[in-house]
């Protein structure tokens, strides 16, 4: 998107996943924080006490391989962890095991744009703002401590905060549809920050501001407006844009400096020396490929050519994990009734949202029934209807004893006018030949 004075947003994203794993990410400790007493999930290895090796947890590992298959990336079947160093209070070790030079993925494309890497971290403790004998105190809860964070970093591609979000939606609903995570925000278990440059040629420029603690879309695409105006406004009076880490301030609606900005060589990452390398074979890739179900942009492909229902429609019923699933097995329940197709089905579920109302497929379908039945006219009130037209319409009846059999239809619906659609065709059919053979 190009704003005036030719000044172009370079935005490139950086997303935060906590995994759904029951342990940490190199403990045993439970991995559900949300919640929880504060520092009652806690053991030396999370705490960083002298002593305490850690250890990979597997399943964390092929759900971050599965997420980077999904999205296109390239599995480094050689693999390592590091040691990221910084001093922060909810840091425990004053380090953080990353990954540095060989993430478990490289490479990709989703939506469009383009994937940098996929890595596997711990999270931080998390820090608890609050107010002790009237005094203001800053607290550290560690119960999510090296709970399983994976990273996926974008190349900067974005131009515009409603293509970020839009991108971003469907990044959720990948880690959804493959249940590595709940990927739920208002939790912290998706976390989003952009980083942002303004350029006068669409090159990158050497500075990039960072947005960080976002939790909501909403709030992520009011960030990045804020900051995409406050770098105009400076670069048209001619100041210069230092490289740091933002926050954003709802009320103000603007965004307000954190700290400076590190270069990767401010950390001094090196190798992980307590846990192994890691390798994978092409069958255990293939394996963990062949376990990744059908992501929303296959199903909503499908459920046009195959239930003929409209883009729109097939992308609200696959936003949702388990409507899919609802809408299907409500089609099949219906298979051989003919007045009740999968489009009927998904109008309920899409515009009246009857689904809502019945947890099970089958309570929908019983009252889809009830919705769509038809109480047919009885025998003889066809006889009557079809008395009537034919004494109503002579020059048909005229035709027809004369050769013109395709007049049938029209007497057809003549009766079925004046029933009111409710005469079943084939008995309709049935009176109208025993009168005009009679």
Aim: aromatic share 8%.
């Amino acid at each position: 998107m190009e704003m005036k004075n030719k000044l172009v947003p370079i935005i490139g994203l950086e997303v935060h996943i906590e995994l759904s794993t029951k342990s940490k990410l190199f403990c045993g400790c439970p991995a559900d924080h949300f919640a929880k007493k504060a520092n009652t999930q806690v053991c030396p290895v999370c705490m960083g006490l002298p002593g305490a090796l850690p250890y990979a947890n597997e399943a964390a590992v092929k759900s971050t391989i599965k997420f980077g298959l999904a999205i296109g990336s390239k599995i480094n079947k050689f693999s390592k962890f590091d040691r990221k160093h910084y001093f922060y209070p909810d840091l425990p070790k004053a380090y953080q095991i990353s990954q540095y030079d060989l993430p478990f993925c490289l490479g990709g494309s989703f939506f469009g744009h383009a994937i940098r890497r996929v890595h596997l971290e711990e999270d931080t403790g998390k820090l608890v703002h609050e107010m002790v004998d009237g005094e203001k105190v800053s607290l550290i809860d560690f119960n999510r401590s090296s709970v399983p964070l994976m990273e996926m970093v974008t190349e900067p591609d974005f131009h515009d905060a409603a293509s970020v979000v839009a991108f971003l939606k469907e990044i959720q609903k990948v880690a959804r549809y493959l249940g590595i995570s709940n990927a739920d925000m208002e939790k912290g278990s998706m976390r989003l920050e952009a980083n942002i440059s303004l350029s006068p040629d669409g090159q990158l420029p050497e500075y990039k501001v960072e947005l960080k603690n976002i939790n909501s879309f909403r709030f992520l695409e009011k960030a990045i407006s804020a900051e995409i105006s406050r770098q105009e406004k400076m670069i048209l009076a001619g100041e210069k844009i230092i490289q740091e880490t933002r926050g954003y301030d709802e009320v103000k609606q603007t965004t307000y400096s954190q700290r400076t900005k590190e270069e990767a060589h401010d950390y001094r990452y090196f190798p992980e020396p307590d846990i192994p390398p890691i390798k994978f074979s092409d069958s255990q890739i293939a394996q963990i490929k062949s376990e990744i179900p059908e992501l929303p942009k296959e199903k909503i492909e499908r459920f046009q050519k195959e239930y003929g229902l409209s883009k729109n429609f097939a992308e609200i019923l696959a936003g949702e994990l388990s409507r899919p699933d609802y809408f299907e097995e409500c089609v099949r329940l219906v298979k051989n009734n003919p007045i009740i197709t999968p489009k009927v089905v998904a109008d309920l579920m899409v515009n009246k949202k009857l689904d809502a109302k019945f947890p099970e497929p089958a309570g929908l379908v019983k009252k889809i029934v009830e919705l769509t039945s038809v109480e047919y006219a009885s025998s003889d009130e066809v006889e009557n209807a079809v008395k009537s037209v034919l004494m109503e319409e002579p020059k048909a009846v005229s035709d027809y004893k004369n050769g013109k059999g395709a007049v049938v239809g029209f007497l057809i619906g003549m009766v079925q006018k004046k029933l009111k659609g409710k005469g079943k065709t084939d008995v309709v059919r049935e009176k109208l030949l025993e009168k005009l053979n009679g």
